[in-house]
């Protein structure tokens, strides 16, 4: 059975870093594309980043690039997103999220993750 497991979520004050972890089961990791979602309260659910199954550049939206980072370790099934420099607006719920690559669809979610920004 696929599943996403997120975690190394917390409180921050701004300017710190965190390290999100996403560990899949059930799935063959390689043949996903990973990407991470956030939903902060009372605001819609927003990509974040992805990673293809080469491990190779990510892709980011633009309030996070240059702060960002996203990887995975194949071998470990594994996607994480260190996250620099963070703001208050960064305060979320992220989301780890799977989806064959080709295709635009994440077909699997995990349960996210909290993270909270302070001034």
């Known amino acids: 059975q696929v599943q996403l497991v997120e975690s190394g979520g917390g409180l921050v004050q701004a300017g710190g870093s965190l390290r999100l972890s996403c560990a899949a089961s059930?799935?063959?990791?390689?043949?996903?594309?990973m990407g991470w979602f956030r939903q902060a309260p009372g605001k819609e659910r927003e990509f974040v980043a992805a990673?293809?199954?080469?491990?190779?550049?990510?892709d980011y939206t633009d309030s996070v690039k240059g702060r960002f980072t996203v990887s995975r370790d194949n071998a470990k099934n594994t996607v994480y997103l260190q996250m620099n420099s963070l703001k208050p607006e960064d305060t979320a719920i992220y989301y780890c999220?799977?989806?064959?690559?080709?295709?635009?669809?994440?077909?699997?979610w995990g349960q996210g993750t909290h993270v909270t920004v302070s001034s």
């Open positions: 999220a799977a989806k064959i690559v080709g295709r635009n669809q994440y077909n699997y």
């Open positions: 059930g799935l063959t990791f390689s043949a996903y594309t």
């Open positions: 990673i293809t199954w080469s491990g190779g550049t990510g």
